[in-house]
């Protein structure tokens, strides 16, 4: 599908901005969401510093705006002579390499507070149980405060992903041709702003849905035990 240009000589591709959207979207949350892990654990740390560092850490990036975080890794890690001789350069000269570090940073402070908020949370029995059983600490955080803390923080972090989704609509400003993009560049060439920019919200629209859905049948599965029984 194209919303520019001609079906012989198209320009604009609804289907390359969707792809992008979606890799952004995919591959942020997927690393976002491996280093919110050990954030979490390290924020609820009973070394200080550990613990410090962390919410320094999440209290910057959850306090200032996202595309201002784009903006400084774009625009100014080329000013530093040690990140431009790095071996990670090459990715970090592409607005793509600057995109996904900036989404995946963002949103691992997100899902870090609510992992940490659900890993203090975990109910008191469970933990007595665990310990009554012999396990040790990191046992009883593998299977017990790990497992039941993902669970209780599913519907806070399908809300943070649907907001990454939307949130990747900041990508175009760094010249990046996402959903966002192309209807960008669509209405600088022909100055109409209501066709392309309503197709790209019913994109968006339909991404959201398809998420909210795979988001409540998980909810379905993982959080059943949390449903009111019925009374017999």
Known sequence: MFLGGSPDAPVFSTGQGLVLTLELLS???AIGFALAVPLALARNSSNW????SVWLYTGLFRGTPLLVQLFMLYYGLAQWPWIRESWAWPYLREAYGCA???FTLNTAAYIAEILA???RNTPHGEVEAARSL???HW???RRIVLPSALRRALPAYSNEVIMLMHATSVASLVT???LTGIARQIYAETYNPFEPFLIAGIFYLVLTNALAWIFRRMEKHWLAYLRPREAH
């Not at 510093?49 to 410090?52: M, P, Y």
Request: hydrophobic fraction near 60%; charged fraction near 10%.
């Open 49 to 52: 510093l550990l613990s410090r």
């Open 139 to 141: 046992l009883l955080l």
């Open 117 to 119: 908020g659900q890993i």
């Open 27 to 29: 591959i942020s949350s």
């Open 176 to 178: 990046l041709a996402d």
């Open 134 to 136: 012999g396990m040790n």
């Open 100 to 102: 996904i570090l900036a």
